[in-house]
């Protein structure tokens, strides 16, 4: 009993809590979902590209929304540390890498809110076809023509954390295989869900 007691009381220290292992999925599923729904975008038309597009905006609320919960998460809840832990080098690129992570989880939600807050088309967004989200008020009461001049620019950059975004998915899988298959040293282990997918740790 007391052995279960202390295997217990470690385990936040091996591994995240399960809020975070769930949220660290679902906003990871959602925003490659996401990704492809954009690409979509470009070859369809009409009605088709009309309710993509409403979905599109649909899953990037819901990834800002979750993104608040898991940083109000992350700083009431300290996340295990590294066994072994990391070389210094090494602990700099995993924390540009999260930090980075931490941009496109917030800036691309908002970048796209700001697009359709700025677009002179007016299009209401309905969040699954339910509930109904409203625009950046200081933006959309711009002018039409400073609205106009902005809308570009700010879509410019929601493409461009598109870009940052493949980087660093190449990036942050290609940290967890050196982890799982050089290294071999768990921490690949702190973030998955499933007791199968973790296996035991050496």
Do not use: C
Not at 89 to 117: D, N, R
Not at 143 to 158: C, Y
Not at 170 to 190: C, N, Q, W
């Amino acid at each position: 009993m007391a052995g279960a007691t202390v295997a217990a009381a470690g385990r936040p220290r091996d591994r995240y809590t399960s809020v975070a292992i769930l949220l660290h999925w679902v906003i990871a599923a959602l925003l490659l979902t996401n990704i492809w729904y954009g690409w979509q975008m470009e070859e369809l038309r009409g009605l088709a590209k009309f309710n993509i597009f409403q979905l599109h905006k649909s899953l990037g609320i819901t990834v800002l929304v979750l993104t608040v919960v898991r940083i109000a998460w992350r700083l009431t809840h300290r996340p295990p540390a590294y066994d072994p832990p990391l070389g210094r080098w090494e602990h700099l690129a995993s924390k540009a890498v999260h930090v980075g992570f931490y941009v496109i989880m917030l800036g691309l939600p908002l970048t796209g809110w700001a697009v359709v807050s700025l677009s002179p088309t007016n299009i209401p967004t309905l969040l699954f076809k339910t509930i109904p989200w409203p625009h950046i008020e200081f933006l959309h009461d711009l002018p039409i023509a400073t609205r106009r001049g902005l809308e570009d620019p700010v879509t410019e950059s929601h493409h461009l954390l598109v870009k940052l975004t493949y980087a660093l998915v190449i990036l942050h899988v290609a940290g967890a295989l050196k982890h799982t298959l050089v290294s071999r040293d768990g921490v690949l282990h702190r973030m998955l869900p499933l007791p199968f997918l973790r296996g035991r740790k050496a």
